[in-house]
């Protein structure tokens, strides 16, 4: 009789696992979307790094856009470089400073000695 109070008195542990297999499939399930949800915003291919390729993409494209208009620019020049001396007077007389004989020049700078004083 003593044995039979004993079992009366302990508490019950709660059902087996195959019982809260319904539960624990939907943990389960609950976990696997958590994880993918948290991948597809800050993995690889994540959302914050798809727009960071895209503003890095627009970037470029207008880097290209300006390369390549300097690029016609550059390519007009020697277009017209080919086509006649003038061009290559008028290049030289720009960029070093040339003068043809018998002209008179006027500098206009502030500083014609360049601070030597």
């Not at 809260?20 to 800050?42: D, E, K, Q, W, Y």
């Amino acid at each position: 009789m003593f044995a039979a109070n004993q079992q009366q008195r302990l508490p019950r542990r709660g059902l087996p696992w195959s019982q809260h297999r319904g539960l624990l499939v939907l943990c389960l399930m609950g976990a696997s979307a958590l994880l993918l949800l948290v991948l597809s915003i800050f993995g690889d291919q994540g959302v914050f790094r798809i727009r960071r390729l895209d503003r890095d993409r627009v970037d470029l494209e207008q880097k290209v856009r300006s390369i390549e208009s300097d690029n016609a620019a550059l390519r007009r020049q020697l277009r017209d470089m080919k086509e006649g001396r003038s061009s290559y007077e008028l290049a030289a007389r720009e960029k070093l400073g040339l003068v043809k004989p018998g002209e008179i020049v006027y500098d206009f700078r502030s500083d014609p000695l360049g601070d030597r004083r």
